[in-house]
Each structure stands twice: as C-alpha cells, then as structure tokens.
C-alpha cells in the first residue's frame, strides 16, 4: 500500500497528520473503506444506522495502527527534544 500525500496543514506527528495516513479521506477512498457501494437500505432504514454492529463505519479495526502510530510519533518526539 503506498503512502498518501499530507497535506501541508497537517503538522508532522500531529493527530491530523496520524489521521490523514491511517484513513482513506478521498471521495473514492472513503467509499471504498466503507462499503458504500452495497445497498442496505433495508437494515439502515430500521432502528437508525448509528451505534449498532454490522455496519462499516462502526468498526474500530484503525485502532491499533493509530495508536502504533502515535506511539512512535511521540517516541521521534522525544528523541528529537532530547536532542534539541
């Protein structure tokens, strides 16, 4: 998988810049990363389509790479303040 471009808003480490690696925010990668091609209008259309399992945008699988991510951020961080 090949490394997005940040833009150049996003400060190096910063929670926006762990974001913008982690999540496909382009319109196409946005729907591709949920799924939104399938039509599910029947099981969206009861009970509201927010905070229940079964649906793409509920999972929290970028969890882990966020916080390796940011864990690393933080570590480069720190060397780079000791060294400063």
């Known amino acids: ?5 940040i833009p150049a808003i996003a400060a190096p480490n910063s929670s926006s810049h762990l974001i913008l690696r982690v999540f496909p925010l ?3 990668g946005i729907i591709d990363h949920l799924d939104l091609r399938k039509a ?3 099981k969206t259309a009861a009970y509201g389509h927010f905070g229940r399992k079964g649906f793409a945008w509920e ?3 970028a969890t882990e790479e966020l916080l390796a ?3 690393k951020a933080k ?3 720190q060397r780079r303040r000791a060294h400063d």
Request: glycine share 0%.
């Open 26 to 28: 382009s319109p196409k």
């Open 69 to 71: 991510k940011a864990k």
């Open 75 to 77: 570590r480069i961080l």
């Open 40 to 42: 599910i209008y029947r």
């Open 1 to 5: 998988m090949s490394v997005p471009a």
């Open 59 to 61: 999972r929290v699988d």
